[in-house]
């Protein structure tokens, strides 16, 4: 399995980012995937989960209405459209594979990615 995070950036307060997660060695179709971020100095925060179907979307409360995740099953891959993204969105974010197929969301996770670094600053 292998988890390819990208779309690192730097952008200004308000600014918008998309992070890609391409997937492989799993039948990407049936899993749901997650994005979780660490920001400096702090521990890790669950961000946004799509469910294997892409039939169910979640959000952490911070991130809604801002954020949204979603998945192309012919791509194997999965994204976190950012938008209105503030100086706290500073992270590095990690996307997550479900550690069960065909799941409701439990923030279970059997892989993850490298990560990527969001840095929102004026």
């Known amino acids: 399995v292998q988890l390819v995070e990208s779309g690192a950036g730097l952008v200004q307060p308000g600014g918008s980012l998309r992070l890609s997660c391409a997937a492989s060695?799993?039948?990407?179709?049936?899993?749901?995937m997650s994005w979780v971020r660490q920001a400096p100095g702090k521990g890790l925060e669950w961000v946004s989960t799509i469910s294997w179907n892409g039939g169910g979307t979640y959000y952490a409360e911070s991130m809604k209405g801002r954020f949204t995740i979603s998945k192309d099953n012919a791509k194997n891959t999965v994204y976190l459209q950012m938008n209105s993204l503030k100086p706290e969105d500073t992270a590095v974010y990690y996307c997550?594979?479900?550690?069960?197929?065909?799941?409701?969301?439990?923030?279970?996770?059997?892989?993850w990615g490298q990560g990527t670094q969001v840095t929102v600053s004026s």
């Open positions: 060695g799993f039948t990407f179709d049936d899993y749901g």
């Open positions: 997550a594979k479900d550690s069960v197929a065909y799941s409701d969301p439990m923030n279970e996770y059997d892989y």
